[in-house]
């Protein structure tokens, strides 16, 4: 496992034990820890928080807990209903191979690296929107080796995490697993190592701007 | 899967399951929160219910822990915004997952409780938002089929003092961690919370997984 210095906060880590942060967002937390046992372990206090609450749910119902019913619980069970979501949630066994993306992204892709259906958006970067619920967008970027990321700044929140290669901003260096967390006041250029071309997951809760003119213009088209 | 003849008997005559067992609880005033006799050793009772209900598709245990928490996921469900109709049949699905997925519940990393508060919340996110949730890969190497009973032990013992510790936070930051959890607040409206008792516990999972990397390499 690859040394990992940037890592989710306890803010975006509430949120997706909560499961309140947007899907977009939740699919970059998902694929960190995919990778990361330090937040992994940080995750499962979020999550003990959860069960905590759960186990005291009874003191909120001023003693009028609900019922539910047994019988049609195990007929449930006996008609084998449920299998199908719990198959949906269920864990999915990592794959033995270090050099493919997590599960939990391929789930999103509907394959490895090589199923991804790039779009080129200028400057030699290309992107892969990926399919989610509408709150925020998350999308796949390629960068060459040595190659800058339009200057840009940020409207609202954006989480990106490395997948392949490293790039570096006029403020610290991310390589595989590192998480960078972009607030409106970031104004930042980010550039690819030489060496591997870069591939990060991006999600954003607003459109990113940027800065170029021809990039503005640009931009509607682009559906970044 | 559950027999026929369980399925045609009453709940009720259910072995080790008491006859007010599918009671509406609302009925029962004073509802106790520890239905555990005190002779069980309550850090480890529940686990054991699990793995009676993994190990040998144990139907009165089944039943003990859905009188404890099926009320609990359903009274959850509904402080998180679900009306009844959902919440009901949101808390059905999710007890019978539990049966099924009794295999995948690792007790050196999780108590039951949480084990079953993150199936009801992806059960939410399923029913109520309509979203998928992206969820991180499982590890190849666990859970261990028989984890360590000290582990399971210590794990089990910090969370009650993660309950304790919860229980002494101020009301305020309390009932804000509340609302988060139940939903009420978008991810935007959460704040940085500081001075959350999660350290230990946050230590104990992460030498769990140590472990199990370690023993199943």
Redesign the interface.
Known sequence: MNEIKHHL???IL??Y???????A???V???H??MC??C??????????????????????D????????????????A????E??E???????P?SASTL????Q??IGGDLDAVKWRPVGMGVRQAILK??RSASVRLLHIPAGTAVPDHGHHGTEMTIVLQGAFRDEFDRFGPGDVEIATEDLEHTPVAEEGVDCICLAATDAPLKFNGLLQRIAQPFLKI | ??T?A??NEK?DAMPGLAPH??????K????Q?RKVPADVNTDTHWVEIVARIRQSQDQAAF?EL?QH????????L??SGAD?GM??EC???V???L???AH?FDPS???V??????????????ML????????????WGPAPEPDAADVMELQQE?NR??EA?AELPEKQRVL??K????D???SE????TG?P?GT???R??LA??RL?HVMK
């Open positions: 906060t306890d803010k509430l949120g034990a909560a499961g309140t942060l947007p899907e967002f939740s699919l937390v998902a694929t820890i995919s046992d330090e992994r372990a940080r995750l499962g206090a979020f999550d003990a928080i959860g069960g905590t609450l759960l186990e005291s749910s009874d003191d909120l119902m003693g009028n807990m609900p019922a539910v019913d047994f019988d049609a619980t195990l007929e449930r069970i006996e084998g209903s449920g299998d979501e719990a949906k949630s269920a864990p999915i066994e990592a033995e997590p599960v939990a992204l789930n999103y989610t619920s | 899967m559950l026929g369980l399925l709940p067992g599918v009671q509406p609880e609302g029962r005033k004073g509802f929160r039943a859905f928490f099926a009320p609990r996921v359903k009274a959850f509904i402080k009844a919440a009901e808390a059905q699905d007890m019978a997952t049966w099924r997925k995948l990393r999780a108590s409780a949480t084990w079953i508060f993150t199936i009801a919340r992806n059960r939410r996110i399923d938002r309509k979203e998928r949730r992206p969820e991180p890969d499982e590890l190849t969370n993660l309950a919860m961690i509340q988060a959890y139940f939903g607040l978008s991810h959460i704040a940085e919370q959350l999660l516990i946050k230590s999972i992460r997984l140590e990397r």
